[in-house]
């Protein structure tokens, strides 16, 4: 499978934990996005990444949160002190800006937080 | 504010006929529009998309309309199929390559 994958697929945690979440992105892209979905609501953009760079992140990515991309190629999404509100449906999607159609995102499956 | 709306939160079409999906943005910058169609517990998979200076873009079943004038985008599936039942994302790209989505439709295919 050459898609985008995400792990973990569901993760249960308590208010006030840290949890990490990884993504791969297809291997030939270039680019790197975080999205966020709430119930009800489309993905809302958090941050992307050329190769390693941290390009933009979005007012909705508080200080609790940190994306990184070391090496161009796998990322992780780390919440800090995790709170209720951020209960949501986190995805990951990655593009070749330098191919024909290079505004074309491709998801992975997301994982799952819910925060008791 | 929401910049790209989908104003019908569901659709039921019966198997065979025309499902018809609007979208309606209000930023002049979009230069790319994209459907995606997600399924529950999964990702969106990206289905067609269209550049805003095109006015049609044709995929299989799927074609895509877009009325710049009236910052209004349509999705036709000709002819819609049990499968097709999922959410409906329309998806517009901005600044930084980033996308702005809507709030989704959801159509159900009945036999």
């Known amino acids: 499978d050459t898609g985008v994958s995400q792990d973990p697929r569901h993760k249960i945690t308590k208010r006030g934990q840290n949890v990490t979440f990884r993504c791969d992105p297809i291997?030939?892209?270039?680019?790197l996005y975080w999205y966020r979905q709430t119930l009800g609501q489309g993905p809302e953009f958090l941050t992307y990444f050329q190769n390693e760079a941290q390009l933009e992140k979005s007012r909705l990515l508080s200080d609790r949160f940190s994306a990184e991309r070391p090496k161009g190629s796998f990322s992780t999404l780390e919440i800090q002190r995790t709170e209720q509100g951020d209960s949501a449906m986190y995805l990951c999607?990655?593009?070749?800006?330098?191919?024909?159609?290079?505004?074309?995102?491709?998801f992975g499956p997301g994982t799952r937080l819910t925060v008791t | 504010d929401q910049q790209v709306k989908q104003n019908s939160p569901s659709l039921s079409v019966q198997e065979g006929r025309i499902s018809i999906l609007n979208c309606d943005y209000t930023n002049s910058m979009f230069d790319y529009f994209l459907w995606y169609k997600k399924y529950p517990a999964e990702g969106p998979t990206f289905l067609i998309s269209i550049s805003s200076i095109k006015d049609k873009n044709e995929d299989g079943r799927f074609t895509v309309f877009l009325n710049k004038s009236a910052k209004h985008l349509s999705l036709h599936i000709v002819p819609s199929q049990p499968g097709d039942s999922a959410v409906y994302f329309c998806a517009a790209r901005g600044t930084a390559s980033k996308l702005t989505f809507g709030t989704g439709t959801r159509l159900q295919v009945t036999l």
């Open positions: 291997s030939e892209h270039n680019r």
């Open positions: 999607a990655s593009s070749l800006e330098a191919g024909p159609r290079p505004y074309e995102q491709y």
